[in-house]
């Protein structure tokens, strides 16, 4: 009898902005079904202490199983069971011992879909997704910020296929449907290399077009609200034009996505290549990079490891959050619906950095008290010189997706942060953090 089977479980309930219990995410629309259930999600990124520490004892274990079924229900006989060794700080690595279940899909149905960046953060979740709805996903990635770790569980599957290549050099593939995400996003991650950010935004998606073009795939690239610049418009719509720096620290991400939307127009007015641009706004959940200089890993790894919290400016810029679930919901909407102008996808709850700051604090306080954790001291918030050309203020208009796609976030920034610390949580207690 398994642990979950032998002891009483109290789930941990996950409310959506009208305080209704979310238990799937996605929808049925557009003749495209992208349902799956939330359990099934989770069972793939939140794994609380998903290593069994060497010599542990049966307790530890069962406890160990207990809190993961909090989160995943039954699936945790999908886990891996890597050993850890802390004596000589190394793991022994295992695959799954069954692949998570998938839709089986008739032939007419299932399509073949390639996504670029797919062991990314944002490809990652969108790659489980696929694949859990019984489609045929290769990714292509050359794992400068992404990691063969956030879809190792689908490697060996007949439906997945895992390709280590770079988007600037051409790629030939049979597909159905390209999902654009290969790009450094991050502000670290896309200013160490300048001219390699702008050849991936350029000739990466040059390529990739031209793919779409010879196979007749659907193509969509996600693009950003780095095109708007440090808007003048509040919030920003899909028409404003932007106010962008061509010459500063950004410019090389900035200009390369606003160069990769004119490259996609450009092949669907002369080529007519079926394209959708998705202008994602800040995005946060699991498996983000925690050192990527993001406001929102950077603050929850620094609650929890008791440092001090780094507000760069005076915090009083803006910046509206959406969980990674709701920006799958839509990138997929958006992918099967006939929309081709540009669409926002992001979350319209804008807050200052400031007050951003706190509110991951007090739900870093709030886990560690529901896990019997007491903190040494509270952790304070610090204010450091702004960065050059940050946006002071950024929010989308999400009315066009609310219109074209029926789609608006559900997740509230509250409920998406308690996931992410745990997820973070579970990752230093393992000791990968």
């Not at 049925?28 to 010599?55: I, K, M, N, W």
């Not at 708007?228 to 900035?254: F, K, L, S, T």
């Amino acid at each position: 009898m398994s642990a979950q089977e032998s002891l009483p479980i109290s789930p941990i309930r996950t409310l959506d902005k009208n305080g209704n219990v979310i238990t799937s995410v996605g929808f049925q629309r557009f003749g495209f079904d992208c349902e799956v259930p939330l359990d099934v999600l989770r069972s793939l990124y939140l794994r609380p202490h998903y290593v069994v520490t060497a010599h542990a004892e049966k307790d530890e274990v069962e406890e160990t199983e207990i809190e993961h079924a909090k989160f995943t229900g039954a699936y945790a006989a999908y886990q891996s069971k890597s050993i850890f060794h802390p004596d000589t700080q190394s793991i022994s690595y295992t695959t799954l011992s069954r692949f998570p279940p998938v839709k089986l899909l008739p032939p007419s149905q299932r399509k073949r879909i390639l996504v670029t960046g797919g062991a990314g953060f944002v490809g990652s979740h969108l790659v489980d997704r696929l694949m859990i709805l019984g489609h045929e996903v290769t990714v292509l990635d050359n794992f400068f910020t992404g990691s063969k770790t956030t879809v190792s569980h689908w490697v060996g599957h007949p439906n997945f296929e895992m390709v280590r290549h770079d988007v600037v050099e051409p790629f030939m593939i049979e597909c159905d449907q390209i999902y654009h995400l290969a790009c450094p996003a991050s502000p670290p991650h896309y200013q160490f290399n300048a001219v390699k950010t702008i050849k991936t935004s350029f000739m990466g998606t040059l390529n990739m077009l031209g793919l779409a073009k010879r196979t007749k795939a659907r193509f969509l690239i996600s693009s950003t609200s780095e095109v708007y610049g440090d808007p003048e418009v509040h919030p920003q719509h899909e028409d404003y034009w932007g106010h962008v720096n061509p010459i500063g620290p950004r410019a090389c991400y900035d200009e390369g996505k606003r160069v990769a939307e004119t490259l996609a127009y450009g092949f669907h007015r002369q080529d007519g290549v079926d394209i959708r641009v998705a202008r994602i706004f800040n995005t946060y959940g699991p498996r983000m990079n925690p050192f990527d200089g993001r406001v929102v890993s950077n603050f929850i790894v620094q609650a929890l490891r008791g440092e001090d919290m780094t507000v760069y400016g005076d915090g009083k810029q803006t910046r509206s959050f959406q969980y990674i679930h709701d920006l799958v919901d839509g990138l997929i909407a958006l992918m099967n619906s006939d929309e081709t102008r540009p669409v926002n996808l992001g979350n319209g709850d804008e807050f200052t950095i400031g007050d951003f700051a706190e509110l991951v604090r007090e739900i870093v306080e709030k886990v560690q008290r529901e896990d019997g954790v007491e903190p040494v001291r509270r952790v304070n918030i610090v204010y450091k010189p702004m960065p050059a050309d940050d946006p002071q203020k950024r929010r989308p208009d999400t009315t066009r997706a609310k219109q074209v796609l029926d789609w608006q976030p559900r997740w509230t920034v509250r409920m998406g942060l308690e996931e992410m610390v745990r997820y973070y949580k579970a990752k230093m207690i393992e000791g990968s953090l």
